[in-house]
């Protein structure tokens, strides 16, 4: 019972930085860590597959049949490793939020996340998985300029260009660099540094 509140308080109080002092990483947040970090690897390896078949598609002029199977795979991709990533990321991600005290908005880095996992989540599914395809279907006939409409959104979003699909690997970088460096932590550190530098000028 009191290893069970221990654990408890480690994982409520993960995160917490008073006085620059987070909980010890117990083998709960170890193991949420390391399945994040594989639900990450799929999403962004996927991704990054994906950019690289669009990018076959658009500059190599390949042969009607070549392109199908190009865009099958990259259907493929999406679907099986890409989609199953990101669904990993918003669940391990809500437990971090929900159950520690990192939160959803307390820091910058981890709102970033937050909004780019969302915006993912939503235009991926409503627009590039087969639910995209569905619903573009289910459109078609009934006029009003809604299958157009969202042809045109598609478009937008999905690397259609090797321009695209510069931005979005450019958009996926940056989600690896805001979850390694964490703008947020350097305020602590310019105080950190300050406290050490003015306890030093009073002993001198």
Not at 58 to 87: E, K, N, R
Not at 97 to 107: E, K, L
Request: hydrophobic share 45%.
């Amino acid at each position: 019972m009191k290893l069970s509140i221990r654990f408890n308080e480690q994982v409520r109080h993960y995160g917490t930085t008073g006085r620059g002092i987070s909980a010890r990483e117990n083998i709960v947040i170890k193991t949420t860590k390391a399945l994040h970090l594989l639900c990450a690897t799929a999403w962004a390896g996927g991704a990054f597959s994906m950019q690289a078949l669009s990018y076959l598609r658009l500059t190599q002029g390949l042969d009607p049949a070549t392109a199908a199977t190009v865009a099958f795979c990259s259907h493929y991709i999406d679907t099986w490793v890409v989609m199953p990533g990101l669904a990993g990321c918003i669940i391990t991600g809500l437990f971090y939020s929900c159950c520690t005290s990192i939160g959803f908005v307390r820091y910058f880095w981890i709102g970033y996340k937050w909004v780019i996992s969302c915006c993912a989540a939503f235009w991926g599914t409503l627009f590039w998985s087969p639910l995209g395809d569905e619903l573009i279907a289910y459109c078609e006939p009934l006029g009003w300029g809604l299958a157009p409409l969202l042809r045109f959104i598609r478009s937008c979003l999905l690397p259609e260009s090797f321009w695209q699909a510069v931005m979005q690997t450019v958009l996926i970088f940056t989600m690896l660099l805001i979850s390694v460096y964490r703008p947020l932590h350097w305020k602590h550190l310019v105080r950190r540094l300050t406290a050490k530098q003015r306890s030093s000028e009073e002993e001198d």
